[in-house]
Nanobody, 124 residues
Framework: QVQLVESGGGLVQAGGSLRLSCATS????????MGWFRQAPGKEREFVAS????????NYADSVKGRFTISRDNAKNTVYLRMNNLKPEDTGIYYC?????????????????WGQGTQVTVSS
């Protein structure tokens, strides 16, 4: 059974930083691309960032480029999202997801498994 467990969310002031983690189990971690998505109240879940299985390739939503960094540690079966210079519009529930294959994906349909989410709240 594949499981993804996010952690690291919380309340932070605008301009602050957080690092989210997503620990996975149940599949060969390095064989699959990973993604982060977020969902604000009343809005659709949206793509934030993705990383290939090897970790060589990354992709970001325009809204977070230059502020967020996705990375992975295949020895620890964990993917991270470092978020700097946070803005109130970054508030939402952040979900990690494990992809169909080893590549990058920006659509929800490219992912097989999802975590339960972790809340990020940025105050102004």
């Amino acid at each position: 059974q594949v499981q993804l467990v996010e952690s690291g969310g919380g309340l932070v002031q605008a301009g602050g930083s957080l690092r989210l983690s997503c620990a996975t189990s149940g599949r060969t971690f390095s064989s699959y691309g990973m993604g982060w998505f977020r969902q604000a109240p009343g809005k659709e879940r949206e793509f934030v960032a993705s990383i290939s299985g090897s970790g060589w390739w990354t992709n970001y939503a325009d809204s977070v480029k230059g502020r967020f960094t996705i990375s992975r540690d295949n020895a620890k079966n964990t993917v991270y999202l470092r978020m700097n210079n946070l803005k109130p519009e970054d508030t939402g529930i952040y979900y990690c997801a494990s992809g169909h294959g080893s590549g990058l994906g920006i659509d929800r349909g490219a992912y097989d498994y999802w975590g339960q989410g972790t809340q990020v709240t940025v105050s102004s």
